[in-house]
Structures are given as C-alpha cells and as structure tokens.
C-alpha cells in the first residue's frame, strides 16, 4: 500500500481531507503524521472495520 493510497481511504473514510504539509508530514483531523503514522493509522482503520468496529 502506498502512502498516497491510504491517505486517499483515510479522507474517505474520515470525510476529511488528508493534506501533505511543506515539511513531509500529512496533515489529518488536527493531526500532523509522518508516512509510517499515516500506513499504520490507515492499517488500524482496515482492522478495525473487519473485526465490525469501525
């Protein structure tokens, strides 16, 4: 999974944009993440969703 690739679910799955910010973090709900945060915030999610939490 690439970066882009999960920032992409995660705004739609949040319903909020997930925005690169000048200093190579993303920007998410007030949240500012490094790539490797944003896969597992995004790899979270996914096993979140499977195990019916959401």
Known sequence: M???AAAARLALW???P???T???LW???GC???DD???DRYRLKCAR???GVG
Request: proline share 4%.
């Open 2 to 4: 690439s970066v882009a």
């Open 14 to 16: 949040y319903g909020t």
């Open 18 to 20: 997930v925005v690169p």
């Open 22 to 24: 000048t200093g190579g």
């Open 27 to 29: 920007r998410i709900r």
């Open 32 to 34: 500012q993440l490094t």
């Open 37 to 39: 945060e944003l896969v």
């Open 49 to 51: 969703i499977q195990q």
